[in-house]
């Protein structure tokens, strides 16, 4: 199992003086310019740790949302391309769908796979349903438009020779010529995340990781879709290093560590769902089939951990949303979960939350985020690597 270290740049400072939603029509004056260069920094810093920790990074980026400040993925990791020296650099993702153009899209993925040595995966996501409000798309079709953008940075990325045109249903340009080309060929490994065993059979098909999020139950069909559907395609049984999951992840030393880290930890899943009510899953963007089954499930809105009221630390972690403990706790949770769904190779750890503030001042030590990071990184790793690929074939 590969780690990778995620964190959404949130804002937290200001979830406390918020009323209502946190996205789309939040006021920005919540948003202190100057409080925000110091996170930017402690972000930057920890991700730092966590190469030399041996972890990989994930970054996304988000829009108008307190949430989460990386407004763009690529300019992170084109930071972390020069600052880190080993980590496999992921964007998951950059929102194709509602950027308007895919081919400066291609150069900025080339140019980062470049200044990091080859060390980028990319990953395109079709962005979350309030985004739509920023970038004035229609949800009706965006998936038409993503894999128009999807199908054009592929060919830009991967062509060589001289410039060729594209003509499109959404995009035109009468020139198209990438430089730098990539350093990885015919182009870095690409992620493309999945809810539902739709979504799963597509990327099985292209033979992409697919990445899903908080999926708990959903995420064995979706899984097993996924397996079908690319023995199917390409003869062999898929790869274990073909799946990926994001759940919340909590270490500490001893059990009142855990517990005090858990409570700066909480708070994202109570602010996380703030949303105005029209952009949570607005007409057209989720497919049939998703709406369809959350609606036999009683599920509302568009996030729904599927967890009981009032969920235990035992629920969340059984239900694959936050998993919570000292290192072994740590290690007994997350593979009883991948051998639930049949096996996990990337694990995505969320470290979003009120951390406690970085000493960012050439300091050694990073709150919360840096100790825990140490902690996974002493112990945790070198165990699931095997017990993943075990869970894999079984």
Not at 241 to 255: P, S, T
Request: hydrophobic content about 35%; overall charge positive; proline content about 8%.
């Amino acid at each position: 199992m590969k780690f990778w270290h995620f964190s959404e740049q949130s804002m937290h400072p200001a979830w406390d003086k918020i009323e209502g939603p946190t996205k789309v029509v939040v006021d920005n004056r919540f948003c202190d310019p100057e409080v925000a260069h110091k996170l930017y920094k402690r972000y930057l810093d920890e991700w730092v740790i966590a190469d030399k920790l041996g972890f990989n990074i994930f970054v996304n980026e988000h829009h108008a949302s307190a949430n989460c400040m990386s407004a763009s993925c690529l300019l992170t990791l084109a930071i972390l391309a020069r600052e880190t020296k080993n980590a496999r650099l992921l964007c998951l993702g950059v929102p194709i769908a509602n950027r308007m153009d895919p081919y400066r899209v291609a150069e900025e993925l080339a140019m980062i796979d470049v200044i990091s040595g080859g060390r980028l995966e990319i990953g395109l996501v079709k962005a979350s349903p309030f985004e739509l409000a920023m970038s004035n798309q229609n949800p009706v079709g965006i998936m038409e438009r993503y894999w128009e953008g999807h199908d054009f940075v592929v060919k830009a990325l991967t062509h060589k020779g001289p410039p060729f045109s594209w003509e499109g249903k959404y995009y035109n340009y009468r020139n198209v010529n990438i430089w730098p080309r990539p350093i990885q060929q015919p182009m870095p490994p690409m992620w493309i995340t999945a809810s539902g065993p739709s979504t799963g059979r597509k990327v099985a098909e292209l033979g992409y990781t697919m990445a899903t999020f908080f999926n708990g139950a959903g995420t064995k069909p979706l899984f097993d879709a996924y397996k079908e559907t690319y023995l199917q395609t390409h003869g062999t049984p898929a790869p274990i290093d073909k799946f990926a999951y994001l759940a919340i992840a909590v270490c500490g030393h001893n059990e009142k560590e855990v517990k005090e880290r858990v409570d700066k930890m909480l708070p994202y899943l109570k602010v996380q769902p703030r949303t105005p009510k029209g952009w949570i899953n607005p007409p057209g963007y989720e497919s049939v089939e998703l709406n369809a089954s959350a609606l036999k499930m009683g599920k509302t809105g568009r996030m729904n951990f599927g967890l009981p009221e009032n969920p235990t630390l035992q629920d969340m972690a059984d239900g694959g949303i936050l998993f919570a403990g000292t290192p072994d706790q740590l290690y007994e949770q997350i593979t009883k979960f991948s051998d639930q769904v049949g096996g996990i190779g990337h694990d995505t750890f969320f470290g979003t939350g009120r951390s406690a503030p970085a000493r960012i001042c050439g300091e050694k030590e990073h709150g919360v985020t840096g100790s825990l990071n140490r902690a996974r990184g002493r112990r945790l790793p070198p165990r699931p690597q095997g017990c993943a690929y075990k869970s894999g074939q079984q």
